[in-house]
């Protein structure tokens, strides 16, 4: 394992969409349902991401400088959680009626704080 690997949050919302069970087979009628309730389980799996997010800054305030060049980035991670929760929003409760562009999520959530 190198120390460089990239963190996808794609890989992640797919984990987070396969786990809710979208992929089961039902009946049309029962589609709309069944996906707002998937949606939902999602934006509270999302959730307990963002307080395990919040460990995971804490320890990472207290790691010492000195030693430690790589650093999550946590901000850049909260965003994309939080572009992928608003977009779960709009389309469970839409304001409008016409098609919107999604947010492109960034992925990368190493930062190299070098010497």
């Known amino acids: 394992m190198t120390v460089r690997q990239r963190f996808s949050l794609s890989s992640l919302f797919t984990s987070l969409v396969l786990a809710s069970g ?3 087979p039902v ?3 029962d589609i709309d349902e069944i996906q707002r309730r998937d949606l ?3 934006q509270t799996q999302i959730e307990q991401i ?3 997010v919040d ?3 804490a320890r990472q305030q207290n790691a010492d400088p000195e030693s430690t060049r790589i650093y999550f980035d946590i901000p850049r991670l909260r965003d994309d959680l939080q572009a992928i ?3 779960i ?3 469970l409760a839409p304001d409008r009626l016409l098609p919107r562009q999604p947010q492109a999520l960034d992925g990368d959530y190493l930062e ?3 010497p």
């Open 55 to 57: 460990r995971i800054n």
């Open 112 to 114: 190299d704080r070098g």
């Open 27 to 29: 009946q049309a009628d």
């Open 85 to 87: 929760t608003s977009g």
């Open 89 to 91: 929003d709009a389309y």
């Open 50 to 52: 963002k307080v395990v």
């Open 40 to 42: 939902a389980l999602i």
């Open 22 to 24: 979208l992929s089961t």
